[in-house]
């Protein structure tokens, strides 16, 4: 099974991009699915993150009430990353991650199955 994560691209500051992050095969099943991102010269950040139900989301204090995580499990069981408002510091590759375990938290080693990542550049 691979994720595959797509929608980054150059964008105004105050701009908007919805990112798409699917597994590769449908019958794939998840417990949660994260965004993360990392920037040049910088570590992996935790972005957002959301269970399979779609009851529990949870947000990087930076992008709260700009960013909103949502899954649609109809349709190849795909997460999107709707981002509002953009900064130039948002500016970074944006991954997707899943995991199996039922307790997680923010940090990238709870996550076991990685997407490419995609490229999202705030500028004017």
């Known amino acids: 099974v691979q994720l595959q994560a797509c929608g980054g691209g150059l964008v105004q500051p105050g701009g908007s991009l919805r990112l798409s992050c699917q597994p590769s095969?449908?019958?794939?099943?998840?417990?949660?699915t994260a965004w993360f991102r990392q920037a040049p010269g910088k570590e992996r950040e935790f972005v957002a993150s959301?269970?399979?139900?779609?009851?529990?989301?949870?947000y990087r204090n930076s992008v709260k009430g700009r960013f909103t995580i949502s899954r649609n499990n109809t349709i190849k069981n795909t997460v999107y990353l709707r981002m509002d408002n953009l900064k130039p510091e948002d500016t970074a590759v944006y991954f997707c991650?899943?995991?199996?375990?039922?307790?997680?938290?923010?940090?990238?080693?709870?996550?076991?199955?990685w997407g490419q990542g995609t490229l999202v550049t705030v500028s004017s």
């Open positions: 991650a899943t995991t199996q375990r039922l307790r997680y938290g923010d940090s990238p080693p709870e996550f076991s199955l």
């Open positions: 095969e449908r019958t794939f099943s998840w417990v949660a």
């Open positions: 959301i269970n399979w139900r779609g009851s529990s989301k949870n």
